[in-house]
């Protein structure tokens, strides 16, 4: 706006210097036409050629002043070429500054998209990355979870297993205890058959029971001991296998017309060499009275093999 005026402004001095120049240039003529006429029309004097001399000075006077004007119009026509070259050169000057700025925006612009582009890829990044790390621990959890599962079934499994095995141990525990009392029981039922065969065939009065504590006197133990004593000794002469009296079982005593005869069943164990399966069951039969007791039989008892 202030350029746009001062040429304005210019504009119109120079216009009132042109029109100040023409009128001059008139005034001039006109004045050198005026002197030519008087020159023409009346003679000359001293006073009136001093006079037109006078006038031609100022006509001199006046030209130097319109060629000072001219010089001065001159030098303002430089003056406004180079303040229009100024001008001119200070608008291109303002166009590549305006040109250099909206290529600075424009690079500022692009700056900043791409500086936005590269943001908006990392968060992409970071959100994929973020997922990938999500996915995996949930994948992860969701193994530990499987594994867990798995771990529990196993348990399970093996609590269950092993409750099995404890009802079938406890089964067959129950089992065994079943078979161990029915087998005591078979033992009692055989030990009170043989006491039967024992008083029925040989009309025998039970005299010592090992189970019983009705016949369980120990005076009577140590007697019929000395009794097994000597049927063992017999027993051993006749094989090489030496055996010692363990204990008496059952015994049972009848009387006859010479005397007594007892009938023994008792253990005894055979030597260190040919020991194997424990103490082995013998029967025994002795014949006393008036002579010395006598061993009648002795043999093992395989009246036990069932029990």
Do not use: W
Not at 71 to 99: H, V
């Amino acid at each position: 706006m202030d350029m746009a005026g001062s040429e304005s402004g210019d504009g119109m001095k120079n216009s009132k210097l042109q029109d100040g120049e023409s009128e001059t240039k008139n005034r001039i003529n006109k004045i050198l036409r005026q002197v030519t006429k008087l020159r023409e029309k009346k003679p000359a004097t001293n006073k009136r050629t001093a006079r037109i001399n006078m006038i031609l000075d100022l006509v001199n006077q006046l030209k130097e002043e319109e060629s000072k004007d001219d010089d001065k119009l001159e030098s303002m026509k430089k003056l406004e070429e180079e303040q229009k070259k100024l001008e001119s050169m200070m608008k291109l000057e303002e166009e590549k500054k305006l040109e250099l700025m909206k290529k600075l925006d424009e690079e500022k612009k692009l700056e900043e998209d791409t500086k936005l582009e590269s943001m908006k890829k990392l968060e992409e990044e970071e959100k994929k990355l973020e997922s990938v790390k999500k996915l995996e621990s949930m994948k992860k959890l969701e193994e530990e979870d499987t594994k867990l599962e798995s771990m529990k079934k196993l348990e399970e499994e093996e609590t269950k297993l092993e409750e099995e095995k404890k009802l079938k141990s406890m089964k067959k525990l129950e089992e065994e205890k079943e078979f161990e009392e029915m087998l005591k029981q078979v033992q009692v039922d055989i030990r009170n058959s043989i006491i039967r065969d024992f008083c029925f065939c040989y009309d025998a009065k039970l005299t010592y029971d090992r189970d019983s504590t009705d016949f369980c006197n120990p005076e009577e133990m140590l007697r019929l001991k000395g009794y097994a004593q000597m049927a063992i000794d017999v027993f051993n002469k006749r094989q090489p296998i030496q055996y010692s009296v363990e204990e008496i079982d059952i015994a049972t005593t009848r009387l006859v017309d010479d005397g007594f005869l007892v009938f023994l069943l008792f253990t005894a164990m055979a030597d260190a060499v040919h020991q194997f399966n424990g103490a082995d069951f013998f029967r025994a039969d002795i014949h006393g009275g008036t002579q010395l007791p006598e061993v009648t039989y002795v043999d093992y008892s395989f009246l036990y093999d069932c029990m």
